[in-house]
């Protein structure tokens, strides 16, 4: 049974540029989290979707940060511009439900912004 | 205030050894999860084991359980036989329960890692 896919793996890019981030859940996970880790604030919570539907987007640091889920096997972060500080590893996690069930990882997007 | 504390951030043991990583947490529901991952150096999170607030066994995994001392709100991670695999980055993770027009439900919040070493 397949994990959580991400893609890239890894994204070099400079400063300005668009970055889109990829995500595919575990078939049958109804929530979708997006995390980053950076070595200053550890690993933080971004945004979070049901069924397709963002429920909080408290942790998305600013206008330039975007998600989407247009269905229940594909979600997107996009960075637009760009910043060097955005420079961290992105997580996006999936689960079953949220009140018992565990977040499954994928192996996380690599992201440096020159 | 730090809702998740690890306090150690840095662990060594011995191959074959058991070892202890320490994770205290702060919270006012009641209703709450307790969660391990640990993350090698390749980078991906691993899920460890789980514990509910209202699990009264300490949940165990193999080699790994879960020492749950609710009163003093603290969620140790025991790993015994340790293994040079285990060197690792391990997290503490809460989630926590639901709170009336609150939207932090399902949120996990992590802990600041330890880093464990297995010596041969």
């Known amino acids: 049974d397949a994990g959580v896919i991400q893609s890239p793996r890894h994204e070099v890019t400079e400063m300005g540029q668009e970055v889109t981030l990829r995500c595919k859940p575990i078939s049958g996970h109804d929530y979708l989290f997006w995390y980053r880790q950076t070595m200053m604030r550890g690993l933080e919570l971004l945004i979070y979707?049901?069924?397709?539907?963002?429920?909080?987007d408290s942790g998305m640091p600013e206008d330039r940060f975007s998600a989407k889920m247009p269905n229940a096997s594909f979600s997107t972060l996009k960075i637009q511009p760009s910043e060097p500080r955005d420079s961290a590893v992105y997580f996006c996690?999936?689960?079953?439900?949220?009140?018992?069930?565990?977040?499954?990882f994928g192996p996380g997007t690599r992201l440096l912004v020159l | 205030a730090q809702k998740i504390t690890q306090t150690q951030p840095g662990m060594f043991v011995q191959e074959k050894e058991a070892v202890t990583l320490d994770c205290t947490y702060d919270t006012s529901d009641q209703s709450y999860g307790l969660f391990w991952y640990k993350q090698p150096s390749s980078g991906e999170m691993i899920f460890l084991i789980y514990?509910?607030?209202?699990?009264?066994q300490n949940a165990t995994e193999g080699r790994y359980s879960l020492n749950f001392q609710k009163a003093r709100k603290s969620a140790n991670l025991v790993i015994s036989a340790s293994q040079l695999g285990d060197s690792a980055m391990y997290f503490c993770a809460m989630r926590e329960g639901l709170r009336a027009g609150g939207t932090s439900y399902g949120k996990l919040t992590f802990g600041q890692g330890t880093i464990l070493t297995v010596h041969p």
């Open positions: 514990q509910g607030s209202y699990d009264e």
């Open positions: 979707f049901n069924n397709n539907v963002p429920i909080d």
């Open positions: 996690a999936s689960s079953a439900a949220l009140a018992v069930e565990t977040q499954y």
